[in-house]
């Protein structure tokens, strides 16, 4: 018997709960119409085989010899009429391997060396079967190829093309070329357990129309379409990714994995470039990861480069970990309903807008983004599900009316915008955290910008940028905030240094682009007590993203001393 995979109940016991259905909560809201719903045909046998029934089918250079039942030859074609164990090994200049099992059983291809072109139709081609499991003997290296047209009009359409349920795992190497059209494809779903797959595809990679689940392997793909791809548009209960964990490669022309309803990946690493990358926008959907419901992502390793939205969601967007870096021609996250970071390192070296929902919510995490527009932007979208008077369900509401709402919980965000550092259509609500902006030099844009309301009770801000529509948190808040403008424009990296009247330092940044106005929100700042503040001058601390810590600050210039006397006080 070949040997179980040692980690199948491990896997199993993670993707039943998930993946009893085509989906019901592995990504898209259950409040969704979830109403037809197909089983994952993933099982624990359809990795166990008896090797003393195997039929052998040796392929070499134009004919074909079959040991065994279940299998016929006529020239250099193949067809596989009954289930069972197939092992294939050799190699065929121009032929054909079809699957057309009518009866019940799983049809096994145990792939042990195989070379395979097919000029005018797909090199592997499944019509019928329960369901189909490639098998990728150790150590063995399998490609096919087809050619650019085809013989027939409709399907097949890929090199591995199956109209049935399809697995594929093993230790060994398949190399896919898909001149065509795709690369490889289900028209059910598509299971890939295991194996290092490349995949060359004239449109899309790899593409299981009910359901793609990728539970390990290395995966690379190169697709004039999509890399990765599930695109059920029939079924609401289908069309969805979930990737439990493996190394993947992908350079697309269209988005590098793209789900008609949800993606869901619990780990990974992930190299990803879209189009010609960050340098150019693309005109045609050219995105890093996207769903049209629920983008999910617990943890992982993500580096992306995009002509389009590096992560985006039609709807609902949940990121919970993870280390990401990301340039984008457009948006570095986007969700058009609900945006919410739980946590992970997330870096956006390049944007148009770097965070865009029009629900945000930031409860902790590690966050970098410079942006040639917005930073972070409530904005967009239809608002997704909100409570009455707008807001994430659960979440603390802002007094504005808009249904537009940045949460700031937690986490440390630095933002360098051309535009709006931090804008929201709406209402600011920080409980705790740590913003720095680094904001707009022109005056029609704001370090901070909010239509409704902004009420901060914890956390600090620090933000510079122009003084034309510079805003400080609102008087709901109950920490207190600091309005400094200058009399005229500061040049970058002059330093700012406010300090208690007895001349203990609270901070000292560097703005990085010329500023005339600064925000300061801090705890420390008490009412009833004085301050000064300076700039320029030196100091001898570390300094991260602008502001300087352990260190001693040797005064400059003295801007003004000032009294707390409300919950913003504007120095002028």
Same mark, same amino acid.
């Given at each position: 018997?070949?040997?179980?995979?040692?980690?199948?109940?491990? +896997?199993?016991?993670?993707?039943?709960?998930?993946? +009893?259905?085509?989906?019901?909560?592995?990504?898209?809201?259950?409040?969704?119409?979830?109403?037809?719903?197909?089983?994952?045909?993933?099982?624990?046998?359809?990795?166990?085989?008896?090797?003393?029934?195997?039929?052998?089918?040796? +392929?070499?250079?134009?004919?074909?010899?079959?040991?065994? $039942?279940?299998?016929?030859?006529?020239?250099?074609?193949?067809?596989?009429?009954?289930?069972?164990?197939?092992?294939?090994?050799?190699?065929?200049?121009?032929?054909?391997?079809?699957?057309?099992?009518?009866?019940?059983?799983?049809?096994?291809?145990?792939?042990?060396?195989?070379?395979?072109?097919?000029?005018?139709?797909?090199?592997?081609?499944?019509?019928?079967?329960?369901?189909?499991?490639?098998?990728?003997?150790?150590?063995?290296?399998?490609?096919?190829?087809?050619?650019?047209?085809?013989?027939?009009?409709?399907?097949?359409?890929?090199?591995?093309?199956?109209?049935?349920?399809?697995?594929?795992?093993?230790?060994?190497?398949?190399?896919?070329?898909?001149?065509?059209?795709?690369?490889?494809?289900?028209?059910?779903?598509?299971?890939?357990?295991?194996?290092?797959?490349?995949?060359? %595809?004239? /449109?899309?990679?790899?593409?299981?129309?009910?359901?793609?689940?990728?539970?390990?392997?290395?995966?690379?793909?190169?697709?004039?379409?999509?890399?990765?791809?599930?695109?059920?548009?029939?079924?609401?209960?289908?069309?969805?990714?979930?990737?439990?964990?493996?190394?993947?490669?992908?350079?697309?022309?269209? /988005?590098?994995?793209?789900?008609?309803?949800?993606?869901?990946?619990?780990?990974?690493?992930?190299?990803?470039?879209?189009?010609?990358?960050?340098?150019?926008?693309? %005109?045609?959907?050219?995105?890093?990861?996207?769903?049209?419901?629920?983008? +999910?992502?617990? $943890?992982?390793?993500?580096?992306?480069?995009?002509? /389009?939205?590096?992560?985006?969601?039609?709807?609902?967007?949940?990121?919970?970990?993870?280390?990401?870096?990301?340039?984008? %021609?457009?948006?570095?996250?986007?969700? /058009?309903?609900?945006?919410?970071?739980?946590?992970?390192?997330?870096?956006?070296?390049?944007?148009?807008?770097?965070?865009?929902?029009?629900?945000? $919510?930031?409860?902790?995490?590690?966050?970098?983004?410079?942006?040639?527009?917005?930073?972070?932007?409530?904005?967009?979208?239809?608002?997704?599900?909100?409570?009455?008077?707008?807001?994430?369900?659960?979440?603390?509401?802002?007094?504005?009316?808009?249904?537009?709402?940045?949460?700031?919980?937690?986490?440390?965000?630095?933002?360098?915008?051309?535009?709006?550092?931090?804008?929201?259509?709406?209402?600011?609500?920080?409980?705790?955290?740590?913003?720095?902006?680094?904001?707009?030099?022109?005056?029609?844009?704001? %370090?901070?910008?909010?239509?409704?309301?902004?009420?901060?009770?914890?956390?600090?801000?620090?933000?510079?940028?122009?003084?034309?529509?510079?805003?400080?948190?609102? $008087?709901?808040?109950?920490?207190?905030?600091?309005?400094?403008?200058?009399?005229?424009?500061?040049?970058?990296?002059?330093?700012?240094?406010?300090?208690?009247?007895?001349?203990?330092?609270?901070?000292?940044?560097?703005?990085?682009?010329?500023?005339?106005?600064?925000?300061?929100?801090?705890?420390?700042?008490?009412?009833?007590?004085?301050?000064?503040?300076?700039?320029?001058?030196?100091?001898?601390?570390?300094?991260?993203?602008?502001?300087?810590?352990?260190?001693?600050?040797?005064?400059?210039?003295?801007?003004?001393?000032?009294?707390?006397?409300?919950?913003?006080?504007?120095?002028?």
């Amino acid at each position: 018997m070949n040997r179980l995979k040692s980690n199948f109940l491990l +896997m199993s016991a993670i993707l039943l709960p998930l993946l +009893m259905a085509c989906h019901t909560d592995i990504g898209v809201d259950n409040t969704e119409e979830d109403v037809e719903k197909t089983t994952i045909h993933d099982d624990p046998s359809d990795y166990v085989w008896d090797n003393s029934q195997v039929t052998e089918i040796v +392929m070499k250079g134009s004919s074909v010899t079959v040991t065994g $039942t279940g299998a016929s030859v006529a020239g250099s074609v193949v067809t596989i009429s009954s289930s069972g164990n197939y092992r294939i090994s050799g190699s065929l200049s121009n032929g054909q391997v079809i699957v057309n099992s009518t009866g019940t059983g799983i049809v096994r291809l145990l792939l042990n060396g195989v070379n395979l072109i097919c000029a005018n139709n797909a090199p592997v081609y499944i019509i019928a079967a329960d369901k189909v499991v490639i098998n990728l003997a150790a150590n063995s290296v399998n490609s096919f190829t087809d050619g650019s047209s085809y013989s027939v009009s409709d399907e097949p359409n890929a090199a591995i093309f199956s109209k049935t349920d399809l697995t594929i795992f093993g230790e060994g190497s398949l190399t896919v070329n898909g001149n065509y059209n795709d690369g490889i494809t289900s028209k059910d779903g598509l299971i890939i357990d295991s194996g290092n797959i490349t995949v060359n %595809a004239l /449109d899309d990679g790899i593409r299981g129309k009910d359901y793609l689940l990728i539970k390990n392997g290395k995966i690379n793909v190169k697709a004039g379409g999509d890399g990765l791809k599930s695109d059920n548009e029939t079924n609401t209960g289908c069309g969805y990714i979930s990737i439990l964990t493996g190394a993947f490669n992908i350079n697309s022309k269209g /988005d590098a994995i793209s789900a008609q309803t949800s993606v869901n990946i619990t780990d990974g690493k992930f190299d990803i470039i879209t189009g010609s990358g960050s340098s150019t926008v693309s %005109a045609t959907s050219a995105k890093g990861i996207k769903a049209l419901t629920k983008l +999910m992502i617990e $943890t992982g390793t993500f580096t992306i480069n995009t002509a /389009d939205d590096g992560l985006h969601s039609n709807k609902n967007m949940i990121v919970n970990s993870g280390t990401f870096s990301i340039s984008s %021609a457009d948006d570095g996250l986007h969700a /058009d309903s609900t945006l919410v970071i739980n946590g992970g390192d997330i870096n956006i070296t390049k944007s148009y807008e770097g965070i865009e929902s029009a629900i945000i $919510t930031i409860n902790a995490g590690n966050i970098h983004v410079i942006s040639s527009d917005d930073g972070v932007n409530g904005a967009g979208g239809g608002g997704g599900t909100t409570t009455p008077g707008g807001g994430f369900p659960g979440q603390q509401q802002g007094s504005g009316t808009s249904k537009y709402f940045f949460y700031l919980n937690g986490g440390y965000i630095y933002v360098d915008a051309m535009g709006d550092g931090v804008d929201v259509n709406g209402s600011i609500v920080m409980t705790n955290g740590n913003l720095i902006i680094n904001g707009p030099t022109a005056n029609d844009n704001g %370090a901070l910008d909010y239509d409704g309301t902004c009420q901060v009770t914890g956390g600090t801000i620090i933000a510079a940028g122009s003084s034309g529509m510079a805003q400080a948190p609102g $008087t709901t808040s109950t920490v207190n905030s600091i309005l400094l403008t200058f009399k005229s424009t500061q040049a970058a990296g002059t330093l700012v240094n406010f300090q208690t009247a007895e001349g203990k330092e609270l901070i000292t940044f560097a703005p990085s682009k010329k500023f005339q106005s600064v925000v300061l929100t801090s705890p420390e700042l008490q009412k009833g007590s004085t301050y000064k503040v300076y700039y320029g001058g030196s100091s001898s601390g570390t300094v991260t993203d602008g502001v300087y810590k352990n260190g001693s600050y040797t005064s400059g210039t003295q801007y003004a001393s000032f009294t707390i006397s409300s919950v913003v006080t504007k120095v002028n």
